[in-house]
């Protein structure tokens, strides 16, 4: 979408003008769509006008490398505020964005007199070579790209230094957009919450007995009745289709006796799906359920086909994305084919490539999962080669 009624946001994003894009009417904008000018709006925050028109780039839009401090501090809140609207980095920019900025873009001017009478002619060409290019590539990609640019001239200078900080901040605020779904969002009345929540609570009227495997760390001396979670039958019909199969139909034992049996589950995790298949939200306990117990609600949802409580774990999956969790995490989304979470995986590796790195090394194997470390490699191929092979050193132009 380039025009019409929200044409004025993108020259917005672009501009770095947050306090106009918070409150300005945005509710009719698609924080996931492309524009043949500035790419995703990831892109346009970051990198201003991506087009080259009449022969020439626009020059009335900065970027994270050339705007001033502050504004730099303004297009941080903006990106912030754009990944909760719905933006995401793995947007691919369109191939209208043809831009394409040469290794001595990123050069510092007095940096270059410097060292001008000392240049090689070998030097001269890979400088010629290096650019950064938008077209068919995700935010994401281009920011670790102009990274890697910069730090191919001068890894120890002021401006490289500082550039890459700016770089790292971005990466860091996007590598959280996985953690929030693209599922849509409406507003509903907090005593509507209260209403479904008691219902669930209302064991009386539960007519469907789910029994499940021992609470963690308890192993099988728990108490069965600590074992049995209450729920009502239409409402399980309702939200999944297996559940409707199963419950409705006398064939099964599951419809004869309205006892469902799980031996992968524990307690809390029918708890938390049961949660969100009522009332949208987590169990009102104090403690935030574990990962383990994410990771329990979600295959148990994927499995019952309940696709919007899918999203919503997805997304919380994302959120609770660490160095400690990534590996146990990443593996479900492969074994499950979950597409969200797959993606917030990968902008996670994007945003930790040197940890990663460092962990895919031979001298120090860290992952249990073939598939998890094949992702991994993949997600870092470009990385990967520029390991191999001894590159060659490029001359500092300082």
Known sequence: MSGGAT????????????ALIRTGDTSAFPWTATHPHFGSVIHAICFGHLAVLDGEPHTKYDDLITDSDSGVQTRFSLLELAVRRGAHPHVVAPSTCDLALPGTYFQDSD?????????????EDDIDRLEVSFAGKTAMVSLLEYKRVIFSFND??????????????ALEIVASAGRWGEASRVLVPEPMLDTWAAVLADTSTADVVIRTCA??????????????????????????????AMLSQSAMCEGTRK??????CSPDGVKVILALIYTSSLPGDDEEPSVETLMEALSLAHRWHVRHVVEMLEGMLASRLNIQSFEQIMELALRLDLSKLLQAGRTFIAANHQKFRTMLHPSQPQF?????????????????RGLQGGEKKRRRVC
């Open 7 to 18: 044409a004025w946001i993108w020259d917005a994003l672009a501009m770095g003008e947050e």
């Open 111 to 123: 940096e270059e007199n410097e060292g001008e009478e000392d240049k090689e002619e070998d030097d």
């Open 156 to 169: 120890e200078a002021e401006w490289a230094v500082e550039s890459a900080r700016r770089i790292d901040r």
């Open 215 to 244: 609470p963690h760390g308890q192993g099988s001396v728990a108490h069965a009745g600590d074992r049995q979670v209450r729920a009502h039958s239409s409402v399980l019909r309702a939200a999944s289709p297996v559940l409707n």
């Open 259 to 264: 006892e469902i049996a799980l031996e992968d």
């Open 368 to 384: 249990r999962s073939v598939g998890v470390r094949a992702e991994v490699e993949r997600a870092l191929g470009y990385h990967a």
